[in-house]
T-cell receptor, first 116, second 115 residues
Framework: DGGITQSPKYLFRKEGQNVTLSCEQNLNHDAMYWYRQDPGQGLRLIYYSQIVNDFQKGDIAEGYSVSREKKESFPLTVTSAQKNPTAFYLC???????????????FGEGSRLTVL | DAKTTQPPSMDCAEGRAANLPCNHSTISGNEYVYWYRQIHSQGPQYIIHGLKNNETNEMASLIITEDRKSSTLILPHATLRDTAVYYCIVRAIGNSGAGSYQLTFGKGTKLSVIP
């Protein structure tokens, strides 16, 4: 079935360690996104990418990095520079292009990161 | 994108219609209204969207006022599985340029369906 796969679902890390969250989609979507969600809050955009080899900072990019070497993949690295990394991370994708972007985002199941 | 206002929480009896309101008084003529929901600890799920006409699909109905300053999402026969946070989002479709493909999620309305 087509969809978005995030892994791992749960992740623990020690302070000072970098960690990479995986996001893969087989929907043939051009655009991909990373959001962060804290308890009781809405979603905040970290990074997004509209095409391969290009990505843009969202509202809270500090302490995070991404790459987009393949259309299907958009991994997120939470670096040691991120002061408050414990959160629920959501990856999404969408079609792009004038007239083809209905604005519908398809989300993965999320990755819950806990820093010990 | 225009700002939206939703009540923080609502209850609905199982089997009854759930009517979730959303105010978007600063909406522009080219902005659509989107609804998503998020069941606990899962990714958000698209429900429906519309511009000015009422819309209906297998999940819900969307009623948009004539002045487009508010809308209501209707779940006609709420079930326990409809318990979730519902997000109302406003944005334009088809804009070019950086950031045009992102959606801004607020805190939404937490709907509790009660047996």
């Amino acid at each position: 079935d087509g969809g978005i796969t995030q892994s791992p679902k749960y992740l623990f890390r020690k302070e000072g360690q970098n960690v990479t969250l995986s996001c893969e989609q087989n929907l043939n979507h051009d655009a991909m996104y990373w959001y962060r969600q804290d308890p009781g809050q809405g979603l905040r955009l970290i990074y997004y990418s509209q095409i391969v080899n290009d990505f843009q900072k969202g509202d809270i990019a500090e302490g995070y990095s991404v790459s987009r070497e393949k259309k299907e993949s958009f991994p997120l690295t939470v670096t040691s520079a991120q002061k408050n990394p414990t959160a629920f991370y959501l990856c999404a994708s969408s079609r792009t292009g004038l007239g083809s972007n209905t604005g519908e985002l398809f989300f993965g199941e999320g990755s819950r990161l806990t820093v010990l | 994108d225009a700002k939206t206002t939703q009540p923080p929480s609502m209850d609905c009896a199982e089997g009854r219609a759930a009517n979730l309101p959303c105010n978007h008084s600063t909406i522009s003529g080219n902005e659509y209204v989107y609804w998503y929901r998020q069941i606990h600890s899962q990714g958000p799920q698209y429900i429906i969207h519309g511009l000015k006409n009422n819309e209906t699909n297998e999940m819900a109905s969307l009623i948009i006022t004539e002045d487009r300053k508010s809308s209501t999402l209707i779940l006609p026969h709420a079930t326990l599985r409809d318990t979730a946070v519902y997000y109302c989002i406003v944005r334009a479709i088809g804009n070019s340029g950086a950031g045009s493909y992102q959606l801004t999620f607020g805190k939404g309305t937490k709907l509790s369906v009660i047996p």
